[in-house]
Nanobody, 114 residues
Framework: QVQLVESGGGLVQPGGSLRLSCAAS????????MKWYRQAPGKGRELVAYITTTNSTDYADSVKGRFTISRDNAKNTVSLEMNSLKPEDTAVYYCNVWRNVDYWGKGTLVTVSS
């Protein structure tokens, strides 16, 4: 079955960096687009970054120029490099793949605070 396991979250000061990873299994990773979403306290889930099978990427306006999504098809992983973090980036970050239905990991918490 499809499994997505996120890691790399934590507490970081404003202006700092974190790298999130998502380990995928249970499907042919290389033929699916992958996404990172986030959900801040009291808010809905929003799409943060998207990478296609050909490594085309797109980002939410709020993270453009600060976040970078990448994938490693040999390791079945998708990563999110986050720089210049702001308090408003505080959220649970989720890895996602759509295979007729949405599959989600359990998420990893990122807290940006001094």
């Amino acid at each position: 079955q499809v499994q997505l396991v996120e890691s790399g979250g934590g507490l970081v000061q404003p202006g700092g960096s974190l790298r999130l990873s998502c380990a995928a299994s249970g499907f042919i990773f290389s033929i699916y687009a992958m996404k990172w979403y986030r959900q801040a306290p009291g808010k809905g889930r929003e799409l943060v970054a998207y990478i296609t099978t050909t490594n085309s990427t797109d980002y939410a306006d709020s993270v453009k120029g600060r976040f970078t999504i990448s994938r490693d098809n040999a390791k079945n992983t998708v990563s999110l490099e986050m720089n210049s973090l702001k308090p408003e980036d505080t959220a649970v970050y989720y890895c996602n793949v759509w295979r007729n239905v949405d599959y989600w990991g359990k998420g990893t918490l990122v807290t940006v605070s001094s």
